[in-house]
């Protein structure tokens, strides 16, 4: 089933499209989920709530893309999750450690409006990731949207781990870079 069919079972409000989201999409979502968590059950878990956010986002919204509608809700979900359970821990995860790479080319926002300050960010470093040529974006991507170690990334590309440190380390660079030009400063 193609995912305008799936969206318009949504809007009919029928259950078959938790089934065929499920069956379409469930494998990656659990990616996702499991990505950030590294827990099965607290992975399955995220994934059914991605599957509820889902029926309760749909209708008003019809997603253009179903895929990126649902990664974003099971990632949101997730990290969410991952928050809870770390706060009694505390830091040492490998979300924190993707996290705190990129905070040094992340703005605070104290000095200005949040919600304005969040869409303006995206905006700019949606338009960044498009100047990258594919691989660097796909590396960059894998690191602070999908979480994934240097180990996996390394893995998945054929490169070893010193080659994928420094092609992060100059991308988040050109990314600094790109933010002040913006007049976005850290």
């Known amino acids: 089933m193609d995912d305008r069919q799936i969206v318009d079972l949504y ?6 499209a938790i089934t065929e989201t499920e069956h379409k999409y469930g494998r990656y979502c ?5 990505h950030i968590l590294r827990d099965t059950e607290d992975a399955r878990e995220c994934v059914n709530d991605t599957y509820l956010g889902a029926w309760n986002a749909i209708p008003p919204h019809r997603p253009e893309i ?5 990664g974003k809700i099971t990632r949101r979900l997730s990290l969410k999750k991952w928050r809870d359970l770390s ?6 995860g490998h979300v924190t450690v993707s996290v705190d790479e990129l905070e040094e080319c ?20 949606n338009a960044f990731l498009k100047t990258l040529p594919l691989e660097e974006r796909r590396i960059f991507l ?21 080659k994928v440190k420094m092609m992060l380390k100059r991308t988040r660079d050109k990314l600094l870079v790109r933010l002040q030009q913006e007049d976005i400063w850290v």
């Open 11 to 16: 809007w009919q409000r029928n259950e078959a």
């Open 30 to 34: 659990f990616s996702i989920a499991n």
């Open 66 to 70: 179903l895929s990126s509608f649902l």
């Open 87 to 92: 706060a009694a821990k505390r830091g040492g």
């Open 106 to 125: 992340i703005p605070s926002g104290q000095c200005i409006d949040e919600n304005l300050a969040i869409a303006e960010l995206t905006e700019i470093i």
């Open 142 to 162: 894998r690191r602070y949207w999908y979480f994934d170690s240097i180990r996996d990334i390394c893995a998945r590309y054929g490169f070893g781990a010193s």
